[in-house]
C-alpha cells in the first residue's frame, strides 16, 4: 500500500495485480500510512469471505476459492486505489456490471488490471512508455 508506486501513479497497491494459487496468502503491507485493504462487495467469489483492513494495518489474507478477488483502499477508492488477485486458473470473472459501479477512475483502474490479467499477468505498457 503506496502513495505512490515504482510507474509514478499516487495511491496505488504493488503489485496491484498478482496471481496465486489456490490455499496461498497474500500479506497487504502498510508501507505508507493512511491505507487499508478490503474486499470490493460483489467482486470475490461467492464461495469466498470478504475481508476488511483497518487503516495502516498489515494483514494476511488466504486464499482458497478459485476466481478473481478485487479489492481497494477505502479512503483512496476514488482515487483508483483497487488491485486485483487471480486465484488459480478456473475461477469466475468479477462481473462488468459490478465494475460500472465503481468510481470512474476505480473503474478504469480495474480495467487495466483485468487487461493485465487476461494478458497473463504483464503490464501493459503504451508505445510512449517504452524505452526510447
Ligand atoms: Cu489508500
Known amino acids: ?4 508506486d515504482s510507474e509514478g501513479r499516487t ?13 496461498d496468502s497474500v500479506t497487504f503491507v502498510a508501507s505508507d500510512k493512511g491505507h487499508n485493504s478490503e474486499s470490493i462487495l460483489e467482486m470475490i467469489p ?4 470478504p475481508w476488511k483492513g ?7 489474507i488466504t486464499y482458497d476459492q478459485e476466481g478473481f478477488y478485487a479489492f481497494k483502499c477505502q479512503p483512496h477508492l ?14 469466475p470473472q468479477i462481473d ?3 465494475i460500472d ?4 477512475r476505480a473503474a478504469a483502474r480495474l480495467a487495466e488490471l483485468i487487461a493485465q490479467a487476461d494478458q497473463g499477468g ?5 508505445a510512449d512508455d517504452r524505452p526510447q
Open 122 to 126: 504483464e503490464e501493459q505498457h503504451s
Open 11 to 23: 495511491m496505488q497497491f504493488e503489485p496491484a495485480f498478482l496471481k496465486i494459487e489456490p490455499g
Open 46 to 49: 461467492a464461495e469466498a469471505d
Open 101 to 104: 459501479k465503481l468510481p470512474g
Open 96 to 98: 462488468a456490471e459490478e
Open 78 to 91: 476514488g482515487l483508483g486505489m483497487v488491485g486485483l488477485l487471480q486465484v488459480g486458473d478456473n475461477g
Open 1 to 4: 500500500m503506496l502513495n505512490k
Open 54 to 60: 483497518k487503516i495502516n494495518e498489515e494483514i494476511t
